[in-house]
């Protein structure tokens, strides 16, 4: 089964650019979540959404949002990108119940912001 | 508020020495915890998890954690290194309130001398 599928794989955009960032999840996973990796750091929770809802967000200005579709991929839009947004881009996909918890990712998106 | 320490910020062991990277959370309720490993470049791969129960757990590549509630720790172990382990080691800590959300710590990065 494919895993967790990101696109593009790296992007190059100049400050007060916008960006979208796309995701689809495993197979049969209704949840996706977007967590920002700066250089050197762990990775930061941005959104989860399930069922195309959102669900929770992490501590980011309303540059960012997300949606997901019917068919659970999800999209991630950055607008007036800053140099401080250059990071890499994880998604992560979810099932339910229990397994809810177990989060795996994708490779991720690598954006540079010039 | 919930955290993870993860104190050690670079290791380095020669190849077939055994391993130790240490964690340490902050969390009121009962942890699910994880280990996460990224080799450059990479996503995140799920290693091992903690949710209940037995508190020495498994893991894939010959990895365990041990679940220590009087010391806030969740420590990774491997008994014999190989050069391929090396990488960054994240450890994370569940957040369920609503919406699930994983939180880092700011990893450690494994070396292997031959």
């Known amino acids: 089964d494919a895993g967790v599928t990101q696109s593009p794989t790296h992007l190059i955009k100049t400050r007060g650019q916008h960006v979208t960032l796309r995701c689809s999840p495993i197979s049969g996973h209704k949840s996706v979540s977007w967590y920002q990796q700066v250089l050197g750091q762990g990775p930061q929770f941005i959104f989860q959404?399930?069922?195309?809802?959102?669900?929770g967000r992490g501590n980011f200005p309303d540059r960012f949002s997300a949606r997901q579709f019917p068919n659970y991929s999800s999209e991630l839009n950055v607008n007036a990108l800053l140099l401080g947004d250059s990071a890499l881009y994880l998604c992560?996909?979810?099932?339910?119940?229990?397994?809810?918890?177990?989060?795996?990712f994708g490779p991720g998106t690598r954006l540079t912001v010039t | 508020a919930q955290s993870v320490t993860q104190p050690d910020i670079h290791i380095t062991v020669s190849e077939g020495a055994s391993l130790e990277l240490r964690c340490n959370y902050s969390?009121?309720?009962?942890?699910?915890l994880f280990w996460y490993v990224q080799s450059p470049g990479q996503g995140l791969q799920l290693l091992l998890k903690y949710f209940s129960g037995d508190t020495l757990v498994q893991g894939i590549k010959g990895f365990e954690a041990e679940f220590k509630r009087s010391q806030s720790s969740f420590n990774l172990r491997k008994p014999s290194v190989h050069w391929s382990d090396a990488a960054e080691y994240f450890c994370?800590?569940?957040?369920?309130?609503?919406?699930?959300?994983?939180?880092f710590g700011a990893g450690t990065r494994l070396a292997v001398h031959p």
């Open positions: 992560a996909s979810s099932l339910e119940g229990l397994a809810r918890y177990e989060q795996y």
């Open positions: 969390y009121g309720a009962t942890p699910y």
């Open positions: 959404y399930y069922e195309k809802e959102e669900r």
């Open positions: 994370a800590v569940l957040f369920s309130g609503g919406y699930n959300k994983l939180i």
